[in-house]
């Protein structure tokens, strides 16, 4: 553990040096919802009806909530955090974040970090966590919904499906923070039954279409794009990996939106489940 003069990256890399080492016994001793210290709650995709139960009692107790602006419906805001103090955590950094979090709850009052979707879906969580514990903050996880299935809620279809799609990757672009040899899209989508759920990558929805064509995919491979999924100006346009880009260029939209590929968009041509049988088939060919 390092002092208040530390390095919160020192901090970081230490924490990461025993994790690889073996699991904290603090793992074992809390419960979601149940722990003491500073939750990291999962706000949902957006609606705020979508927010666990246990996120909602959180933030109706807390007297702090730093969130991750824009990305948090304000409805949210208002409906469950309106007597706390709000902080926008977008443009701080960990220097900022950590020193605020730490000393409300040293000063006794109830601190939330309020994450958009997930905390564990492109999040950023842990490495607020593991400052936050190196101050001597405990700090636990209350999941939240996640775009993705928001998005399938909307589409009416699943992201797993009978002889479909056996098998769901979340990733993200190549970019800034992903190298192109870290871009493993096209590998998923060449493995045929994985639905491809893409993050952070409606700005690259173009070039990510132009790699899988001269990848040699499919053109007519189904792709959705869901805008705000949940929210009240949630869009949906569907298409093909020959001609979803230009559908989105035409919208104009160029972030918040959760691009899913794969044959389990159009929610047809499975096989029913051994579930149920011989009961309630959806089949192509019926």
Known sequence: MTDRDGD??????????RRRDGLDD???ERSAGDGEGVPFVGAGPGDPRLLTIAGKELLEGADLVVHAGSLVNSELLE????????VNSVGKDLEELIPLMRDAYEDGKRVVRLHSGDPAIYGAALEQMDALESEGVPT????GVTSAFAASATLRTQLTLNEVANHV????????TLSEAEDHISEFVGMGDVTTCIYLGTHAVRETMDRLLKDGH????PVAVVYHASWPDEDVIVGTIGDVADRVEEAGYRASALVVVGDAVTGA???RSYLYGD????????
């Open 8 to 17: 919160p990256q020192d901090a970081i890399d230490a924490r990461g040096e």
């Open 26 to 28: 603090r793992v074992f």
């Open 79 to 86: 409906a469950y955090c309106a007597h706390a103090e709000l």
């Open 140 to 143: 636990y996880v209350v999941p």
């Open 169 to 176: 990757a979340f990733t993200r672009p190549q970019g800034k």
């Open 218 to 221: 499919d053109p007519e491979t």
């Open 269 to 271: 041509g499975y096989e």
């Open 279 to 286: 009961w309630a088939s959806k089949s192509t060919s019926d």
